[in-house]
């Protein structure tokens, strides 16, 4: 099964958009269709998801974009390389929820 293409780039956009309420809303749709995608679509979403936690600013956003990478990650598809942006995240400013994400992903794939 797959989300097409269409449906892809609507989510890229929505998880680069300015506004937080649509890069919410993004990792909402991604949780809801995650069982959805295909192994491309999975890989290109988890490195898109981890850039944007890698950036984001609204605690409320990256508490969802957190989510949504480790609920992509239960399909099995993601790989270390995909998720590699979380490097860049310091645990030390990371919100609770934030950190609990963070300290699985981290043991997944670091």
Do not use: Q
């Not at 490195?47 to 605690?59: G, H, N, P, Y």
């Not at 969802?64 to 990478?69: M, T």
């Amino acid at each position: 099964m797959a989300i097409g293409n269409k449906n892809l780039l609507g989510i890229a956009g929505d998880l680069s958009s300015s506004s937080p309420k649509a890069r919410e809303e993004a990792s909402e749709r991604i949780c809801d269709w995650v069982h959805s995608f295909d192994r491309r679509e999975v890989r290109t979403v988890a490195t898109l998801l981890s850039s944007a936690v890698a950036t984001e600013e609204d605690r409320d956003c990256r508490e969802s974009e957190l989510n949504a990478l480790s609920e992509l990650t239960a399909s099995g598809l993601v790989e270390a390389e995909d998720v590699v942006a979380l490097r860049e995240l310091r645990r030390d400013l990371l919100t609770e929820p934030d950190a609990e994400h963070y300290d699985y992903l981290a043991s997944e794939y670091f």
